[in-house]
Protein backbone atom coordinates (compact mmCIF):
# COMPACT_ATOMS: atom_id res chain seq x y z
CA UNK A 1 0.00 0.00 0.00
CA UNK A 2 1.16 3.62 -0.76
CA UNK A 3 -0.35 6.35 0.72
CA UNK A 4 0.17 10.23 -1.92
CA UNK A 5 -0.54 13.16 -0.35
CA UNK A 6 -0.37 16.48 -2.76
CA UNK A 7 0.27 19.77 -2.25
CA UNK A 8 1.37 23.15 -2.88
CA UNK A 9 -2.26 24.24 -4.78
CA UNK A 10 -3.64 27.43 -5.21
CA UNK A 11 -5.17 30.33 -7.09
CA UNK A 12 -2.23 31.90 -9.30
CA UNK A 13 -2.77 34.77 -12.08
CA UNK A 14 -2.58 33.90 -15.80
CA UNK A 15 1.26 33.68 -17.01
CA UNK A 16 2.41 32.69 -13.14
CA UNK A 17 4.03 29.45 -11.87
CA UNK A 18 3.25 26.68 -9.50
CA UNK A 19 5.18 23.86 -7.69
CA UNK A 20 2.95 20.66 -6.79
CA UNK A 21 4.36 18.33 -4.11
CA UNK A 22 3.39 14.96 -3.41
CA UNK A 23 4.53 13.12 -0.64
CA UNK A 24 4.51 9.20 -0.60
CA UNK A 25 4.62 6.71 2.38
CA UNK A 26 4.12 3.06 2.40
CA UNK A 27 6.13 0.76 0.61
CA UNK A 28 9.61 1.21 -1.26
CA UNK A 29 8.86 5.16 -3.26
CA UNK A 30 11.62 4.11 -5.77
CA UNK A 31 9.56 0.72 -7.43
CA UNK A 32 7.33 3.43 -8.81
CA UNK A 33 6.74 4.72 -11.92
CA UNK A 34 4.77 8.29 -10.60
CA UNK A 35 2.53 10.37 -12.60
CA UNK A 36 0.48 13.73 -12.12
CA UNK A 37 -3.08 13.62 -13.92
CA UNK A 38 -5.57 16.57 -13.75
CA UNK A 39 -9.24 17.05 -13.52
CA UNK A 40 -11.13 19.88 -14.51
CA UNK A 41 -14.75 20.56 -14.01
CA UNK A 42 -17.34 18.48 -16.51
CA UNK A 43 -13.85 16.93 -18.00
CA UNK A 44 -12.49 13.63 -18.00
CA UNK A 45 -9.44 13.09 -16.02
CA UNK A 46 -6.37 13.51 -18.12
CA UNK A 47 -2.81 12.56 -18.64
CA UNK A 48 -0.10 15.82 -17.74
CA UNK A 49 3.06 14.13 -17.02
CA UNK A 50 4.94 10.85 -15.92
CA UNK A 51 8.36 10.27 -14.90
CA UNK A 52 10.24 7.08 -14.48
CA UNK A 53 11.24 5.13 -11.59
CA UNK A 54 14.96 6.63 -11.44
CA UNK A 55 13.75 9.54 -12.65
CA UNK A 56 15.55 9.46 -15.46
CA UNK A 57 12.96 9.44 -17.55
CA UNK A 58 9.63 11.81 -18.47
CA UNK A 59 6.90 11.97 -20.83
CA UNK A 60 4.53 14.88 -21.30
CA UNK A 61 1.14 15.33 -23.33
CA UNK A 62 2.18 18.50 -26.18
CA UNK A 63 -1.00 20.40 -23.75
CA UNK A 64 1.69 21.18 -21.12
CA UNK A 65 5.17 19.90 -22.82
CA UNK A 66 7.62 22.89 -22.45
CA UNK A 67 5.96 24.87 -19.80
CA UNK A 68 5.50 21.36 -16.96
CA UNK A 69 8.51 19.55 -15.71
CA UNK A 70 8.15 16.60 -13.25
CA UNK A 71 10.81 15.58 -10.99
CA UNK A 72 11.00 13.25 -8.29
CA UNK A 73 13.62 12.70 -4.90
CA UNK A 74 13.64 9.00 -4.22
CA UNK A 75 15.44 9.89 -0.83
CA UNK A 76 12.46 11.62 0.52
CA UNK A 77 9.90 10.19 -1.04
CA UNK A 78 8.54 13.16 -3.07
CA UNK A 79 7.38 13.83 -6.39
CA UNK A 80 7.15 17.87 -8.24
CA UNK A 81 5.61 19.25 -10.59
CA UNK A 82 6.62 22.45 -11.75
CA UNK A 83 4.41 24.30 -13.97
CA UNK A 84 5.04 27.32 -15.79
CA UNK A 85 3.40 30.04 -17.85
CA UNK A 86 -0.04 28.73 -16.52
CA UNK A 87 -3.45 29.93 -18.51
CA UNK A 88 -6.88 29.67 -17.47
CA UNK A 89 -7.48 25.99 -19.42
CA UNK A 90 -4.82 24.67 -16.74
CA UNK A 91 -7.53 25.21 -13.60
CA UNK A 92 -8.19 21.73 -12.39
CA UNK A 93 -7.75 18.96 -9.55
CA UNK A 94 -4.02 17.85 -9.87
CA UNK A 95 -3.74 14.44 -8.83
CA UNK A 96 -0.35 11.95 -8.00
CA UNK A 97 -0.34 8.45 -8.56
CA UNK A 98 2.06 5.39 -8.66
CA UNK A 99 2.39 2.77 -10.93
CA UNK A 100 4.16 -0.36 -10.58
CA UNK A 101 4.70 -0.24 -14.82
CA UNK A 102 8.58 -0.69 -15.85
CA UNK A 103 8.73 3.02 -17.69
CA UNK A 104 6.60 5.98 -18.04
CA UNK A 105 3.20 4.83 -17.92
CA UNK A 106 0.39 7.73 -19.52
CA UNK A 107 -2.68 5.88 -19.43
CA UNK A 108 -4.92 6.28 -16.09
CA UNK A 109 -5.78 2.37 -16.06
CA UNK A 110 -1.80 2.20 -15.29
CA UNK A 111 -1.43 4.00 -11.97
CA UNK A 112 -2.70 1.85 -8.72
CA UNK A 113 -2.50 4.42 -6.10
CA UNK A 114 -3.85 7.83 -6.18
CA UNK A 115 -3.72 10.77 -3.73
CA UNK A 116 -6.81 12.53 -3.05
CA UNK A 117 -5.71 15.94 -5.74
CA UNK A 118 -4.95 19.35 -5.04
CA UNK A 119 -6.84 22.78 -6.63
CA UNK A 120 -4.95 24.51 -8.45
CA UNK A 121 -7.23 27.91 -10.33
CA UNK A 122 -5.92 29.81 -12.85
CA UNK A 123 -7.31 33.39 -13.26
CA UNK A 124 -7.65 35.31 -16.49
Known amino acids: QVQLVESGGGLVQAGDSLRLSCAAS????????MGWFRQAPEKDREFVAT????????YYPDSVKGRFTISRDNAKNLVFLQMNSLTAEDTAVYYC?????????????????WGQGTQVTVSS
Open 97 to 113: AASTNIGIPSRESSYVY
Open 26 to 33: GRTFSAYA
Open 51 to 58: IGRSGSTT
